[in-house]
């Protein structure tokens, strides 16, 4: 009898290999409406398409590596200088790449959580640990826990406003007596990938705030008010120094031509793109209020999505929506839908009603 043969693995970190890929939103059958991603439904604008068709003429050429126009154009809008603006391949790109600049093993990043899905794989990939700060129970970022939370080891605290999946924002006031007990020392990331969809007059905008504190790093995003999801650029705006060093860890030429040039033009095409994120706040706020009329106790949506807690039922409530045509995101203990096409609102609110029934007689 042959002796087995046992082929020796190679050596991973333990860490990764315990960790699962990031888990996209689910794809939709034809005749179904995807509301998983938080993407935007509206067709890209021709302009930005006749654009990448020029640009593709080129694409046996690197794009510039350093994004120079688009960042000219951002620093230019946003009264900055370009030192202090970074592209990368989306805004999940620049959280990773900050969150390795600032942060290795034995290091502490601390967010609220529920948030984004992505936060807890960038941390352990960038080697350090993640701290978990609950949100509380209206679904709101616990700030006051989260300076307690801070140790000698914190280097990075993650701000998400509106927060991914709860659709709460943090307010202005909530976010400056916050940032007085954060040593400057540590790095604060304001994630406000959902900014364009805020109606709120109270909540925190990052950029008018940076010059008052110069450990903070906003990052903002093409992929949703302005629809570029599946060309990958976001962007993040701090002081010089920090975006050279989120520079130095990215993967290089991440950001390709067409995602550059498409952003440039999408920027020209600001009015436009407003107006789309304003029939997108409105449809979410009517949403909102049929949800709310249903009984479901939902948080205000800041966002272009609606958070419904289900608990337990969260499964059985996923299974509902995707059998009435509505793919969302289960998640945990809650079920994330997009605002999408405003077609999807008869199916979506007829899926909510049973389950809001059946969460009553369970
Ligand atoms: C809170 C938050 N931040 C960042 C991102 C990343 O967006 P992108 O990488 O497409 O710019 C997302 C995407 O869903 C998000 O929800």
């Not at 059958?29 to 930005?48: G, H, R, Y």
């Not at 950029?207 to 093409?222: A, E, K, S």
Request: charged letters at 15%; aromatic letters at 6%.
């Amino acid at each position: 009898m042959l002796a087995a043969v046992i082929t020796p693995r190679v050596r991973l970190r333990p860490e990764i290999e315990a960790l699962s890929p990031y888990r996209q939103g689910q794809p939709a059958a034809a005749d179904a409406f995807k509301l998983s991603s938080n993407e935007n439904p509206f067709e890209p604008l021709p302009a930005v398409l006749t654009a990448i068709a020029d640009v593709s003429l080129n694409i046996n050429r690197y794009p510039d590596a350093s994004a120079a126009v688009l960042r000219g154009a951002l620093a230019e809008r946003y009264g900055v200088s370009p030192g202090e603006v970074l592209v990368g391949a989306g805004s999940v790109a620049l959280l990773a790449q900050l969150i390795t600049a600032a942060a290795s093993a034995g290091d502490e990043v601390i967010y609220s959580w529920r948030s984004f899905e992505a936060y807890p794989g960038l941390v352990t990939v960038a080697g350090a640990t993640s701290v978990q700060v609950p949100n509380t129970v209206d679904h709101r970022h616990d700030l006051p826990a989260m300076i307690t939370a801070i140790t000698e080891r914190t280097r990075v605290i993650i701000v998400c406003s509106p927060n991914n999946p709860t659709g709460t924002v943090v307010t202005l006031d909530e976010f400056e007596a916050f940032m007085a007990g954060i040593p400057p020392t540590v790095l604060v990331l304001l994630d406000e990938a959902y900014i364009e969809f805020v109606t709120d007059p109270s909540a925190v905008r990052g950029i008018p705030l940076l010059g008052h504190y110069p450990n903070l790093v906003v990052l903002r995003t093409f992929s949703k008010a302005y629809g570029l999801a599946g060309l990958r650029v976001g962007y993040a705006i701090g002081p010089d120094y920090l975006m050279n060093a989120a520079q130095a860890t990215a993967i290089p030429l991440a950001v390709i031509a067409s995602a550059q040039t498409a952003a440039l033009v999408s920027l020209g095409h600001d009015a436009e793109l407003m107006q789309r994120v304003s029939r997108i706040t409105l449809l979410r706020d009517q949403l909102w209020q049929a949800l709310v009329d249903q009984g479901w106790n939902v948080p205000k949506p800041s966002g272009n999505f609606i958070w419904l807690p289900t608990g337990s039922s969260t499964e059985h409530a996923a299974e509902v929506f995707r059998e009435a045509g509505i793919i969302v995101r289960a998640l945990g203990d809650g079920i994330r839908v997009s605002v999408g096409e405003p077609s999807s609102v008869d199916k979506l609110l007829g899926a909510s009603g049973e389950v809001i029934r059946n969460l009553r007689t369970a």
